[in-house]
């Protein structure tokens, strides 16, 4: 499994030459990942106590996570991936073993949602940049293209993204299809994510967070277009993870979490009524998981 040595301590320990491996986990993981095997059948994934409601307050609550949680335009559907295009990692920044650990994670979940995973010859579309100089990174990459940040809602967008400090931040590049909708209960447009950038800044983890929950984080925010600047309450959720509540802080990706994610990918794509469905959807999930 993860240890619970934090990813600060794992840099100081590197600066001292101590290799750390984990191969047999990554293998392991590996292995349920091919299984396809729902990520809250794995060990530890027992349904917290905590997220057990009355049903009828639990699709209240998992409605309102889901309206702060995810990023909807108006009369565009929720994006995620399509199945038309793969989602296929590249992380770089971290050893070979934490970053087979953190990819084998992050396919997992991935999976466990519905989304498609590419293969081993696939093109990143996923990329991960782990490094103490993330703006740097951010901004040589944008002066070598200044077009691989999409700015299909305007470049103010684009400035505060990478203007704006946080522990991990994530890029959405998105494409919006069309098309005549049979009804008005059907959005006129759905966003499909063509890429995501996340650059996880070392310099802002702190000393608590271990590859577990960093993997956990990155494929929750790489999964789902998020608002991080949302107030989510005391939804049980990973989002939680950099927030000034350090009881809030969850080990990994929750219940609500998986749930939520599942729900994105397997509703239908024009449905105005998205976050009700997912709401009710998750809700189904969350109670009938093991």
């Known amino acids: 499994m993860f240890t619970r040595t934090s990813i600060g301590s794992r840099y100081a320990l590197r600066a001292r030459g101590i290799a ?15 299984s396809g095997a729902r990520a809250d059948a794995l060990p530890g994934y027992q349904t917290p106590a905590s997220d057990q409601k009355n049903s009828a307050v639990l699709v209240r609550d998992l409605n309102a996570f889901i309206s702060s949680a995810i990023v ?22 971290i050893e070979s073993s934490e970053r087979d650990l953190v990819i084998a994670r992050i396919y997992e979940i991935a999976q466990a949602a519905g989304a498609r995973i590419g293969d081993a010859n696939c093109d990143p579309s996923f990329f991960v940049f782990v490094t103490p100089q993330p703006d740097a990174i951010m901004a040589a990459m944008r002066k070598r293209n200044p ?19 946080r522990p991990i931040r994530a890029w959405y590049n998105t ?16 966003r499909a994510i063509t890429q995501v950038f996340v650059f996880i800044d070392t310099k802002r983890l702190g000393d608590t ?3 577990r929950q960093l993997a956990d984080y990155t494929a929750m925010v790489g999964l789902a277009e998020v608002n991080l600047d949302n107030d ?20 990994g990706l929750t219940s609500w979490d998986q749930a939520v994610l599942y729900s994105l990918y397997n509703m239908p794509r024009k449905d105005v009524l998205q976050v009700d469905e997912m709401a009710n959807s998750a809700a189904r999930y969350i109670t009938q998981s093991p």
């Open 20 to 34: 750390i491996t984990n191969a047999a986990f990554a293998a392991a993981i590996l292995s349920v990942c091919s």
């Open 72 to 93: 909807r335009y108006h009369d565009q559907a929720f994006a995620r991936w399509p199945l038309a295009i793969p989602v296929c990692l590249r992380v770089s920044g």
């Open 147 to 165: 077009r691989l940040f999409n700015i299909h809602y305007g470049v103010d967008q684009v400035n505060r993204f990478m203007n704006t400090p």
């Open 175 to 190: 494409y919006i299809g069309g098309g005549v909708p049979n009804s008005k209960l059907q959005y006129d447009e759905t």
């Open 209 to 211: 967070v271990n590859f």
């Open 232 to 251: 989510l309450g005391d939804a049980p959720t990973i989002l939680h993870l950099f927030g000034a509540n350090a009881e809030a802080r969850k080990p």
